[in-house]
């Protein structure tokens, strides 16, 4: 069998390629909850601005139609 310079046979090689497959786990589950996190305030902020946009446009309509009776009234 050859190895690569500083590449260690036997239980040592064993236990680096455990090492660094544990950590590229490690990496890939924070970066995937990081990434959901982050679509999830994206969709909270897109709920957000929408309602907003709702009670805004409520509101307008409010007092358009408050506007309205106001001046029916004044006939």
């Known amino acids: 069998m050859v190895f690569a310079p500083g590449e260690k046979p036997g239980p040592e090689q064993d236990e680096v ?5 544990s950590k590229q786990i490690v990496q890939t589950a924070i970066l ?3 990434q959901q996190v982050s679509r999830e ?3 909270k902020e897109k709920r957000t601005n929408s309602s907003m946009s709702f009670q805004l446009e409520r509101g307008k309509l409010t007092k358009k139609h408050e506007k309205s009776k106001g001046a029916a009234r004044l006939y």
């Not at 390629?17 to 497959?21: D, T």
């Open 17 to 21: 390629k455990l090492q660094n497959a």
């Open 32 to 34: 995937q909850a990081v």
């Open 41 to 43: 305030n994206q969709q």
